[in-house]
Nanobody, 126 residues
């Protein structure tokens, strides 16, 4: 059974950094576009960043551009979200997802993703 598992969340101070990991199992996602989304209480799930199957193409939300980057290691079947200069408004549950639609297109809408992880919580204290 295909599964995505996020890790690396936690409590960090404003200005701090974290690296989130999404480990895949049950199948290889090397030919999938992958994305990171986040959701805070009372808000919808928003796109944060994503990348194509090879990692050559990336798509970063304006709200985190310049602070977050995304990468993947298809040998390890994992993707990563590198977050620096964290702000309190980055506090949310972070989810990784896999899209089978087009491996070179990075959707920004959750409906175009087929697999989801259970999320990891990130809290940024002010």
């Amino acid at each position: 059974q295909a599964q995505l598992v996020e890790s690396g969340g936690g409590l960090v101070q404003t200005g701090g950094s974290l690296i989130l990991t999404c480990a895949a199992s049950g199948r290889t996602f090397g030919d999938y576009a992958m994305g990171w989304f986040r959701q805070s209480p009372g808000k919808g799930r928003e796109f944060v960043a994503g990348l194509s199957w090879s990692g050559a193409l990336t798509n970063i939300a304006d709200s985190v551009k310049g602070r977050f980057t995304v990468s993947r290691d298809n040998v390890k079947n994992a993707i990563y979200l590198h977050m620096i200069t964290l702000k309190p408004e980055d506090t949310a549950d972070y989810y990784c997802a896999a899209s089978s639609r087009n491996r070179n297109r990075i959707p920004r809408v959750r409906e175009e993703y087929d697999y989801w992880g259970q999320g990891t919580q990130v809290t940024v204290s002010s």
